[in-house]
Nanobody, 124 residues
Framework: QVQLVESGGGLVQPGGSLRLSCAAS????????MGWFRQAPGKEREFVAV????????YYADSVKGRFTISRDNTKNTVSLQMNSLKPEDTAVYYC?????????????????WGQGTQVTVSS
């Protein structure tokens, strides 16, 4: 069992940056693949980024590639999402998720545990 709590959301102007964090409690955090998803109003929850248990492998949605960076610190049980060059279309609730299989996956249904989400609004 893993409990996830996101933080770091807020209001930012286009072109700005935000850093989201996700704190995990429970056992064996380092055994989980960790992902970030987002959901805009009226839209389905979509994949943003994923990182392997060791941190050696990452994968991004095309829409954020080159602008967002996912990282993790297994000593602190945290995963982060650095978001740069933000655009209005990045506005959404961002969710942290954990997958207990050792496979990098991008489908929402693959993830076993979810945080409550943090709002990111990009607007001038």
């Amino acid at each position: 069992q893993v409990q996830l709590v996101e933080s770091g959301g807020g209001l930012v102007q286009p072109g700005g940056s935000l850093r989201l964090s996700c704190a995990a409690s429970g056992r064996a955090f380092s055994n989980y693949v960790m992902g970030w998803f987002r959901q805009a109003p009226g839209k389905e929850r979509e994949f943003v980024a994923v990182i392997s248990w060791s941190g050696a492998n990452t994968y991004y949605a095309d829409s954020v590639k080159g602008r967002f960076t996912i990282s993790r610190d297994n000593t602190k049980n945290t995963v982060s999402l650095q978001m740069n060059s933000l655009k209005p279309e990045d506005t959404a609730v961002y969710y942290c998720a954990a997958d207990r299989t050792n496979v990098i996956r991008t489908t929402r249904t693959a993830y076993n545990y979810w945080g409550q989400g943090t709002q990111v609004t990009v607007s001038s």
